[in-house]
């Protein structure tokens, strides 16, 4: 029986732009590519949880729970995927845990030309179709 990791993912936006993280030329996991903020669960973690600490470990944001709505749960090559949207945070971006060596503020249509991880210019899309960002 196979065993799921489960990771939690940040969809953050802010004044109408959506955050993406380019991973470090020396990640070992999609080294030089675009991807949302987020990690694996801490043991006894709930995906919210987990979700605002990799978001400050990596970022440097803070939100709150109530500004964070999962959007989708997706297996993933031995993965459990936990999309958050997340609606509010506070802080500037800072880049702190040396795995993404830069971040960019980009339209959803505008996140094609850095072709970023697991289909998140579609999200983007769906959220902006949606009319639902601020």
Same mark, same amino acid.
């Given at each position: 029986?196979?065993?799921?990791? #489960?990771?939690?993912?940040? @969809?953050? $936006?802010?004044?109408?732009?959506? +955050?993406? +993280?380019?991973?470090? #030329?020396?990640? /070992? ?7 949302? &903020?987020?990690?694996?669960?801490? &043991?006894?973690? $709930?995906?919210? #949880?987990?979700? %605002?600490?990799?978001?400050?470990? /990596?970022?440097?944001? !803070?939100?709150? &729970?109530?500004?964070?709505? /999962?959007? $989708?749960?997706?297996? #993933? ?11 509010? $945070? ?8 040396? /795995?993404?060596?830069?971040? @960019? ?5 505008? *996140?094609?030309?850095?072709? &970023? %991880? @697991?289909? @998140?210019?579609?999200?983007? =899309?769906? %959220?902006? !179709?949606?009319? =639902? =960002? *601020?």
């Amino acid at each position: 029986m196979e065993v799921m990791n #489960d990771v939690a993912l940040a @969809i953050v $936006t802010r004044n109408g732009k959506f +955050l993406l +993280l380019k991973r470090s #030329d020396t990640d /070992e996991h999609n080294a030089g590519r675009w991807a949302l &903020p987020g990690g694996h669960f801490e &043991p006894g973690e $709930t995906a919210v #949880d987990a979700l %605002i600490r990799e978001l400050k470990e /990596e970022t440097n944001l !803070d939100t709150i &729970p109530t500004f964070c709505k /999962e959007m $989708t749960v997706a297996d #993933d090559d031995g993965k459990r995927l936990h999309l958050f949207w997340v609606m509010k $945070t506070k802080g500037d971006v800072e880049l702190r845990d040396g /795995e993404h060596s830069e971040f @960019i503020w980009c339209t959803a249509e505008g *996140s094609r030309m850095y072709n &970023p %991880i @697991i289909r @998140i210019t579609d999200i983007f =899309l769906t %959220i902006e !179709d949606k009319g =639902l =960002l *601020s």
